[in-house]
């Protein structure tokens, strides 16, 4: 299916100017290999990565460079090079070229294409982390995404000039993928998700969801009554918007969120380690019900009926996983969210725990009998920051989740005051 999607497709390659350039020749391969046809773009910055004759090679047709080369122009002018595809690739797309694209600059080839295309155009960024965060580049997504221009990427991971972070250029096979999604979404009409804005693009989030089972004896346990269902739903948000999101997740009976890694624990100790594990992330959502107790001293054998019924079961603490990542030192996630499922006084009491506890925003919801939150799939939520407390209507826990994922964004976003605390620090 998706093979075919590229068949006979005319796919103009704008080649920008970063290291990532030299993917955008095994971009050309896989396009090829799948069928379409690719004529390319090479920007003055983008020679200085990759040779015009390594990019002809592949592509066996001229590389497209200036604007004012008169045998271009005779034999396909500029415009008719940008409306003569089916789509506009631009991989590596710099934020230089985010910009011009963003304000209508049209000084060379590749700017002029992308203003005078009428075609879809899909961008593939890649940059340094700071200049991705930057605030103007951002805005600059902001502004294209709602031009309607589709993103694939940037990811995180360790960057050519020594830093960490989102600016990575999504993979070829990822962009290859995404390009196919263009094709398949314009027959069906409907974006895939994989191509809608991705605020948290580049942003690695891990949700803690569902009960967690504390041995007795080998078949027996003492659990609570949490379905995972909202973890579950915070998940599938985060990663629809783009982060990369896993879930470490206690037994429950749900099928894995789309395109979530999915860890499966029993025990808090199994949950606290495997989350451990997953560190350093920017976000930790710990929805998970963990239980307050586990058994002290498991039995290794099944308690026989026959023995009559233990007489006491001694119990001890577990940890406390929330409480653990706040108080970390070197890996805490750069915000930390809880939940708070209480009874009676719910923002009070949930005020009180993200004091205690340490953590950034805290969730609070009433789970008294009769509100059917416990196992429903409706969820009435006070979302507890700093300095607020944002009353939310009865929504569904899908609805619950993405607002909590457009919150997370927001927080990100570069207008909001965390944000420039977070560039502040790193002047220092
Ligand atoms: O203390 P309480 O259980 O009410 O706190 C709820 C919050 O703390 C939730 O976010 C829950 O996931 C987290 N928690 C935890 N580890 C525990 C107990 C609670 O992470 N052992």
Redesign the pocket.
């Known amino acids: 299916m998706a093979f075919q999607a590229l068949l006979g497709k005319r796919v103009l390659l704008v080649i920008g100017g970063g290291i990532a350039a030299y993917k955008a020749l095994e971009l050309i391969r896989l396009l090829q290999k799948a069928g379409a046809k690719v004529r390319a773009i090479l920007t003055q910055a983008g020679a200085q990565f990759v040779t015009p004759l390594s990019v002809s090679s592949l592509t066996q047709d001229q590389v497209y460079r200036d604007l004012f080369d008169l045998t271009s122009e005779a034999e396909m002018g500029h415009i008719q090079l940008s409306r003569d595809a089916d789509l506009v690739v631009v991989a590596p797309a710099t934020a230089d070229l985010m910009a011009k694209a963003t304000h209508g600059l049209a000084n060379d080839l590749a700017s002029t294409t992308l203003l005078a295309t009428d075609k879809r155009v899909l961008m593939a960024p890649a940059m340094n982390v700071r200049m991705w965060e930057h605030a103007t580049t951002q805005r600059n997504l902001k502004q294209l995404s709602k031009d309607g221009v589709l993103f694939v990427g940037p990811d995180a991971g360790d960057m050519a000039c020594g830093e960490y972070g989102p600016g990575r250029m999504a993979e070829p096979a990822a962009i290859l993928a995404a390009i196919e999604d263009c094709f398949a979404s314009e027959s069906s009409g409907v974006l895939p998700a994989s191509l809608a804005p991705q605020p948290l693009a580049g942003r690695k989030i891990l949700i803690?969801a569902g009960p967690t089972h504390e041995p007795i004896d080998p078949v027996r346990y003492i659990a609570n009554r949490s379905s995972g269902k909202q973890g579950y739903a915070i998940a599938a948000a985060m990663s629809e918007l783009g982060a990369e999101t896993v879930l470490i997740s206690g037994p429950v009976q749900l099928p894995n969120p789309v395109g979530v890694k999915v860890v499966r624990v029993e025990t808090?100790e199994e949950m606290l380690k495997a989350t451990q594990k997953q560190l350093p992330v920017d976000v930790a959502i710990?929805?998970?019900?963990?239980?307050?107790w586990k058994v002290d001293r498991q039995s290794d054998q099944k308690l026989k009926k026959s023995k009559g019924a233990p007489t006491q079961l001694s119990l001890t603490e577990?940890?406390?996983?929330?409480?653990t990542i706040s108080h970390m030192k070197k890996k805490r996630p750069k915000l930390v969210i809880?939940?708070?499922?209480e009874t009676e006084d719910v923002v009070k009491h949930a005020q009180e725990?993200r004091a205690r506890?340490k953590c950034d925003w805290i969730v609070a919801n009433d789970v008294s009998p009769g509100t059917g939150i416990m196992g429903g799939d409706h969820n009435t939520v006070h979302v507890i920051t700093e300095d607020n407390v944002d009353d939310w209507p009865s929504l569904s826990k899908e609805k619950v989740a993405k607002k909590l994922g457009e919150k997370i964004a927001a927080h990100f976003a570069p207008s909001s005051k965390a944000k420039k605390d977070r560039v502040e620090s790193v002047r220092v």
Not at 318 to 323: A, E, S, T, V
Not at 338 to 341: K, L, R, S, V
């Open positions: 803690t808090a710990c929805a998970a019900a963990v239980a307050d577990n940890p406390d996983i929330l409480k809880g939940f708070a499922a725990k506890k």
